[in-house]
């Protein structure tokens, strides 16, 4: 089974008001990663957060990251319409040599 | 913007026909990676790559197979293409070992009538 799941799977909100999404994953990791897909494209990563680390920003999007809860999130702040797209979390294993991918959540932002 | 690319973006062909999908990235990187992936779905993992001359299977079992003869270079072939191989699929590379930040190409839409 995949190692990172995403809650929720989908996500449907308005224009200017923030958008949550929830990672959680199983194992040690080193780093947790968010990425972005736009509809029949490739992912591009986002924001990258060390096991270290607690919280990261850049721009409108805000991680967290609980190692005791195995857990991640990202924020985005003041959603645009631009911002539709699925969003992934993807994990790298403290024991691992590669990524791994969650499920994704939908997230539309509706003008 | 990555500098991967995969040709071609969308390709239709009858059951039965032998394929390549092309991917190529000018990063240097060593790591290199094919996912398939239906839309709105997870990414799977079908093959990937450490350097030259290294392939591996990934997580999804895949009737592709892929070389890596150059670094920059990592085809996927289909001998017989079938209806179940409808699919996106994207190619992409890394070069961190510490971290291993993927690049991602544009992804080929391929569909087997």
């Known amino acids: 089974s995949q190692q990172g799941e995403e809650d929720p799977q989908a996500l449907s909100i308005q224009e200017g008001e923030n958008a949550t999404m929830n990672c959680s994953y199983k194992?040690?990791?080193?780093?947790l990663q968010w990425y972005r897909q736009n509809s029949g494209r490739g992912l591009v990563h986002l924001i990258l957060?060390?096991?270290?680390?607690r919280e990261k920003h850049s721009g409108r999007l805000r991680v967290t990251l609980d190692t005791s809860k195995k857990s991640s999130s990202l924020l985005i702040t003041a959603s645009r319409a631009a911002d539709t797209a699925s969003y992934f979390c993807?994990?790298?294993?403290?024991?691992?040599?590669?990524?791994?991918f969650g499920e994704g959540t939908q997230l539309t932002v509706n003008p | 913007e990555a500098d991967i690319y995969q040709t071609p973006r969308y390709l239709v062909i009858g059951t039965g026909k032998k394929i390549t999908l092309e991917c190529s990235q000018t990063?240097?990187?060593?790591?290199m990676y094919w996912y398939q992936q239906d839309p709105g779905m997870e990414l799977h993992l079908i093959h990937y790559?450490?350097?030259?001359?290294?392939?591996e299977k990934g997580d999804l079992s895949s009737e592709s197979t892929v070389s890596r003869i150059r670094t920059e270079h990592f085809p996927l072939t289909l001998e017989s293409a079938r209806p179940s191989h409808t699919s996106q699929y994207l190619c992409?590379?890394?070069?961190?070992?510490?971290?291993?930040?993927?690049?991602f190409g544009p992804g080929t839409r391929l569909t087997v009538l």
């Open positions: 992409a590379s890394s070069y961190s070992r510490s971290t291993d930040t993927q690049y």
């Open positions: 194992t040690s990791i080193n780093n």
């Open positions: 957060i060390r096991s270290n680390e």
């Open positions: 993807a994990t790298y294993e403290t024991s691992g040599s590669r990524l791994t």
């Open positions: 990063m240097g990187h060593d790591k």
């Open positions: 790559s450490y350097g030259v001359n290294s392939t």
